[in-house]
C-alpha cells in the first residue's frame, strides 16, 4: 500500500508539469473573460443573470474542457509506466480547480448572490458531461477533432434539450426540463460518470 501511494506519486509528480504545459490557458483565459461580460451584461437593466447568462457563461467553462483529452502530452508521457486514466486525471485535476474558482466568481457578478444548490448541481453536472464527452468523443473521431464533437455533445445538454423539451423553455438550472433540479443534475452527473469510467474500462494497461 505504502510501495504504490509512493509510486504514485512519483508519477503525479513527473506527469505535472508536461500535462499543466500543452493545457490551452491562453484560451481559458478568453473564454472566462467572456463568460465574466456574458454574466455582467444579463444582469444589466434589473436583469437576472442567473436564469440564462449564467448557464451560458457555464456551458463555454464546459465547452473549454472539451478540449482537455486532446492528448497534445502524449508524446512527452506515453513512455511513462502509466495508464491513460491516470494520466487524464492528472490533466483534469489541474484544468478543474481554476474553471471552479472562476465560477465561482460568476456567482457574485451583479446582482448575484453567490451559488445556489441549483446552480452547484448544473455546474457539477456540466464539468462530468464535459469530461465524459472529451473520452468518448477521442476514440471515436480522433484526439485532433474530438474536442469539436465532445463540444457538440456539451452544448446540446447543457442549452438545446432545456430549450428543446423544457415547458416552459428554459436553461435556468434550477428550472429543468423535467423533474426538480436536484434529481435532474444528479442524474446527469451520475450518467456522465458511468460513461466516463466506460470510455476507459479498455485503456486501463499500462503503456
Not at 478543474?96 to 455546474?123: D, E, K, N, Q, R
Request: proline share 7%; with cysteine.
Amino acid at each position: 500500500m505504502g510501495y504504490s501511494f509512493t509510486v504514485r506519486h512519483a508519477q503525479t509528480r513527473l506527469l505535472v508539469r508536461p500535462s499543466a504545459r500543452t493545457i490551452r490557458w491562453a484560451s481559458f483565459v478568453v473564454i472566462a473573460a467572456t463568460g465574466a461580460l456574458v454574466v455582467w451584461t444579463g444582469g444589466r437593466k434589473g436583469g437576472n443573470p442567473a436564469a440564462i447568462a449564467l448557464p451560458i457563461a457555464t456551458t463555454l467553462l464546459c465547452v473549454w474542457l472539451c478540449f482537455l483529452f486532446e492528448d497534445l502530452v502524449a508524446e512527452t508521457t506515453d513512455a511513462s509506466a502509466t495508464s491513460l486514466l491516470f494520466r487524464r486525471a492528472v490533466r483534469a485535476g489541474i484544468a478543474v480547480p481554476p474553471i471552479a474558482a472562476v465560477w465561482f466568481a460568476y456567482t457574485w457578478i451583479g446582482p448575484l448572490t453567490g451559488p445556489t444548490l441549483a446552480m452547484i448541481g448544473a455546474f457539477g453536472a456540466g464539468i462530468a458531461l464535459a469530461l465524459a464527452a472529451a473520452a468518448v468523443a477521442v476514440p471515436i473521431v480522433g484526439s485532433g477533432k474530438s474536442g469539436l464533437a465532445s463540444t457538440a455533445a456539451v452544448v446540446f445538454v447543457l442549452l438545446v434539450l432545456p430549450v428543446a423539451i423544457g415547458h416552459p423553455p428554459s436553461v435556468d438550472p434550477a428550472e429543468p426540463p423535467f423533474g426538480d433540479a436536484f434529481t435532474y443534475w444528479s442524474v446527469v452527473a451520475l450518467i456522465s460518470c458511468f460513461v466516463l469510467v466506460m470510455a476507459h474500462l479498455d485503456r486501463f494497461q499500462r503503456r
